[in-house]
């Protein structure tokens, strides 16, 4: 079982930087990749990054692979999001999620944080 809690959102103005937290409880985070996804109002939730269970491998969306950097810290077992160029089409609550396989999926994940609210000012 692991527990997990987003951290780290807030509002920013267009072209700004947020570095989201994932925060996971249990000692076998390290067995697990780590997703984040994002819904905006309206709108189906989408993948944004994942991250391999021992860091060596990253997924990101193709559109976003020039502003957004994911990365894990197992000592502390925190995956980051780092955001930069922010946009207000990023304006979304943002969730990670954790599973056996780095898959753009909803599905491929067992266990889900409660989410982080991203608004982006124009």
């Known amino acids: 079982q692991v527990q997990l809690v987003e951290s780290g959102g807030g509002l920013v103005q267009a072209g700004g930087s947020l570095t989201l937290s994932c925060a996971a409880s249990?000692?076998?985070?390290?067995?697990?990749?780590v997703g984040w996804f994002r819904q905006a109002p309206g709108k189906e939730r989408e993948f944004v990054a994942a991250i391999s269970r021992d860091g060596g491998g990253t997924y990101i969306e193709d559109s976003l692979k020039d502003r957004f950097t994911i990365s894990r810290d197992d000592a502390k077992n925190t995956v980051f999001l780092q955001m930069k160029s922010l946009k207000p089409d990023d304006t979304a609550v943002y969730y990670c999620a954790a599973g056996a396989t780095m898959w753009p999926r909803t599905g491929a994940y067992d266990y889900w944080g409660q989410g982080t609210q991203v608004t982006v000012s124009s």
């Open positions: 249990g000692r076998t985070f390290s067995s697990y990749a």
